[in-house]
């Protein structure tokens, strides 16, 4: 992996764990 500074990656943490609700 890249690292959690790729968008993709992003992506799927947000996915994972949403912090904040995605609008």
């Given amino acids: 992996w890249a690292g959690e500074s ?3 990656i992003v992506f799927r943490n947000v ?3 949403p912090r904040h ?3």
């Fill in 6 to 8: 790729d968008p993709r």
């Fill in 15 to 17: 996915l994972q764990r």
């Fill in 21 to 23: 609700k995605a609008t």
